[in-house]
């Protein structure tokens, strides 16, 4: 079995994947902060969050906010929508390239920690989509290489995302599809992260 198939495995499954990622990031108290600081949106707001994962991102909003997890594991939504129960939060299996939601239903849509793992012709497909169903804002989380660090470099290849781009790649791609309003950078752990604020064109 290869490197990246064991990877693969291992962070298919809810527990280890939010056990290594805690690690990796050295808590992720620091990046729900820079989240919150950025995104803060107001009561009422449809918001979705692309590739949900476990729904860890969940967590940073309250029932005032009608949020919508899509993703395609369905493990990892089970374990979402037990963790959350009796909130104001929904897990849907989707394939992000061809979503069924109405243009301009959401006001925010959130590729937290998402777009790396995605070659730029997947991408394409599913910006054309977010930009659809976007009304107000996107909001991007993504690693940034850190080449000065080797051992960042051993962990970062523990990520399942294949497609880590530099801030200058990020930024090409994502003008694609829509307006970049703002980038800011930050670490967490043995990561550089860039939160970067878009519109729909």
Do not use: W
């Amino acid at each position: 079995m290869s490197f990246k198939t064991f990877k693969n495995n291992l962070l298919n499954n809810p527990l280890p994947f939010n056990i290594i990622r805690s690690i990796l990031l050295a808590g992720k108290g620091k990046m729900y902060k820079e989240l919150r600081n950025t995104i803060n949106p107001e009561k009422g707001s449809k918001v979705l969050d692309v590739g949900c994962g476990t729904g860890e991102f969940a967590l940073l909003f309250d029932n005032s906010i009608d949020y919508t997890g899509i993703d395609m594991n369905q493990g990892f939504l089970d374990y979402a929508s037990n963790l959350y129960k009796n909130q104001n939060k929904k897990f849907i299996q989707m394939d992000a390239t061809k979503m069924s939601f109405k243009k301009g239903e959401f006001e925010i849509s959130l590729l937290l920690s998402f777009i790396h793992h995605f070659s730029e012709d997947d991408l394409d497909k599913i910006l054309k989509e977010v930009n659809r169903i976007t009304k107000k804002s996107i909001f991007v989380l993504e690693p940034v290489p850190r080449k000065y660090s080797l051992l960042s470099k051993l962990f970062y290849a523990l990520d399942r995302g294949d497609f880590i781009r530099k801030k200058e790649e990020q930024l090409r791609i994502l003008n694609k599809h829509f307006t970049v309003d703002s980038y800011k950078e930050f670490e967490s752990g043995l990561y550089t992260l860039s939160i970067i604020k878009c519109s729909p064109k």
